[in-house]
């Protein structure tokens, strides 16, 4: 189904998508840490998200130990004077944030939960791992109103020796 909203993003040119690993209780995060180190996951990230622009709030930034390579960081902070490494863009708003990837086919949001929440008004797409587990945390990702999202894509990966959880990656278009 084409909606006004889809036609606009296609006259744009540029996918906006948000990336995402959540447990089965929404649990994104805890203590500015991911919770599971899934190596699948993280090689899908860095596939994905390779080449491109990549939109985060400070507090993901800083749990990096540096930037990621081959990726053009954009920091939301309300901080006047953040000091960024050179390369780092930093910006005040997730309007001005996407303004800045205007040129990127396809830039990716990466958290946190505060930069989630504002950004499933404007995403086009959602890459998301679905954890198929409960966990403890403090960081969560919001439910999503399937009304508006379209299941497109979905693999179900077991728990290995690599893995210690079952997972899921779910692509989700806008309808």
């Known amino acids: 189904m084409r909606t006004k909203f889809n036609l606009l993003n296609k006259a744009k040119q540029q996918i906006l998508t948000i ?76 309007k001005k944030a996407i303004e800045l990837t205007k040129k990127d086919e396809q830039p990716y949001i990466i958290g946190g ?25 403090d960081t969560f990702f919001p439910e999503l109103d399937l009304n508006q999202w379209e299941e497109t894509y979905n693999e179900h990966i077991k728990k290995d020796d690599k893995h210690a959880f079952d997972f899921s990656f779910i692509t989700y278009t806008r309808r």
């Not at 929404?26 to 699948?40: E, F, M, R």
């Not at 939109?55 to 006047?80: A, C, D, W, Y």
């Open 19 to 94: 990336i995402v690993a959540v447990s089965e209780n929404q649990v994104i995060g805890k203590d500015n840490d991911l919770i599971w180190n899934l190596s699948l996951d993280l090689k899908r990230f860095k596939s994905l998200t390779s080449g491109h622009h990549i939109i985060m709030g400070r507090k993901t930034f800083e749990s990096f130990p540096r930037p990621l390579p081959n990726r053009t960081h954009v920091v939301i902070t309300r901080q006047k004077d953040y000091k960024a490494p050179e390369g780092v863009l930093v910006v005040n708003s997730l």
């Open 113 to 137: 939960g505060e930069i989630y929440k504002q950004a499933l008004a404007f995403a086009d797409c959602i890459e998301l791992t679905r954890v198929h587990a409960h966990f403890e945390g």
